[in-house]
């Protein structure tokens, strides 16, 4: 079992940033590809970014690309999300994802451990 707890959200006005932090446990997380995913209300979750077990390779939704920025410490099995420029529009709850494989990490269908989410609203 792995056990994801995100951290960091909060309320922003637009062109703020905020930082998201995902403090993973359980088993060797640091073997594992890691993602975030964000589903605003009424609408389905969504990819946002994901990063290999490395930190080598990563990948970002078209929505995002250029504003934000995924990354991960091993050492302290923490994967983190920094959002630059937020936009009304960018308002979810964030959810922390890992995966055994970073390709299943870019699909929701395929992840094999959530986190609980974190909000992050965006004013105008």
């Known amino acids: 079992q792995v056990q994801l707890v995100e951290s960091g959200g909060g309320l922003v006005q637009a062109g703020g940033s905020l930082r998201l932090s995902c403090a993973a446990s359980?088993?060797?997380?640091?073997?594992?590809?890691m993602g975030w995913y964000r589903q605003a209300p009424g609408k389905e979750r969504e990819f946002v970014a994901a990063?290999?077990?490395?930190?080598?390779?990563?990948n970002y939704a078209d929505s995002v690309k250029g504003r934000f920025t995924i990354s991960r410490d091993n050492a302290k099995n923490t994967v983190y999300l920094q959002m630059n420029s937020l936009r009304p529009e960018d308002t979810a709850l964030y959810y922390c994802?890992?995966?055994?494989?970073?390709?299943?990490?870019?699909?929701?269908?395929?992840?094999?451990?959530w986190g609980q989410g974190t909000q992050v609203t965006v004013s105008s």
């Open positions: 994802a890992t995966a055994r494989t970073y390709r299943n990490a870019l699909t929701s269908g395929t992840i094999d451990y």
């Open positions: 359980g088993r060797t997380v640091s073997a594992y590809a």
């Open positions: 990063i290999s077990w490395s930190g080598s390779t990563t």
